[in-house]
Each structure stands twice: as structure tokens, then as C-alpha cells.
């Protein structure tokens, strides 16, 4: 079956770097358009970036010009480099992966989900 297994998260100051990488095995990993959505407590989950199988990616709004989207299709991974973190990037941060999709941020496009890692930015 499907599985995506995030790691990297962690506690970090304010500022600082941090570098999310997302395992993704029972699938055709090329052919999927990637994700990472992060949700902080008593918030929505929002949309953070994506890649699709040609490259593209995609940021929201709040993440951009300091998070970065890659992925390597020989090792089946995706990741998210984060930079210039902030305490409203708390949140946990799970990968997300599409089939069909273009990059889109909504989340039911979405069709398998791996658990999440916590990222804890401090002030």
C-alpha cells in the first residue's frame, strides 16, 4: 500500500533553517504531483507548496521566497527546505500525493497523506 513518511522536523529558533524530507513507497513516485500542507493547533490545514511531476512548484502565500520544494525521483523523495523560519510557521507538516493534479493547494485533490512531523519554531 501507499506510504508517506515524513522526518525533520524539529524545535528550532526563530530565523533559523530547517530541511523536511518526505518517504514515499507503493506508488509510481514520478508520476505524482507532491505536496507538503501543514496545520498549527485549532487552524485549517493550509497549503505550503507542491511540485509536480514536470517540476513545477507552487507556493502559498505566507511561505514564499523562504521555503523551498524539491524532489528526487531515484530515491522517491520530496522535500521542504525552510528558511528564515518564524513562530507562525509551527505547525505539523505532513506531504501529501496527487495523481492527477497540477499543483493545486486544495487539499481534496489529494489522494494519499503520510502522518506529519512536528515543527516547532521558537521566538
Known amino acids: 500500500q501507499v506510504q508517506l513518511v515524513e522526518s525533520g522536523g524539529g524545535l528550532v529558533q526563530a530565523g533559523g533553517s530547517l530541511r523536511l524530507s518526505c518517504a514515499a513507497s507503493g506508488l509510481t513516485f514520478s508520476r505524482y504531483t507532491m505536496a507538503w500542507f501543514r496545520q498549527a493547533p485549532g487552524k485549517e490545514r493550509e497549503f505550503v507548496a507542491a511540485i509536480t511531476r514536470g517540476g513545477n512548484t507552487y507556493y502559498g502565500d505566507s511561505v514564499k521566497g523562504r521555503f523551498t520544494i524539491s524532489r528526487d525521483n531515484a530515491k522517491n523523495n520530496v522535500y521542504l527546505q525552510m528558511n528564515s523560519l518564524k513562530p507562525e510557521d509551527t505547525a505539523v507538516y505532513s506531504c501529501?500525493?496527487?495523481?492527477?493534479?497540477w499543483g493545486s493547494g486544495n487539499i481534496y485533490e489529494y489522494e494519499y497523506w503520510g502522518q506529519g512531523t512536528q515543527l516547532t519554531v521558537s521566538s
Open positions: 501529501a500525493a496527487d495523481a492527477y493534479g
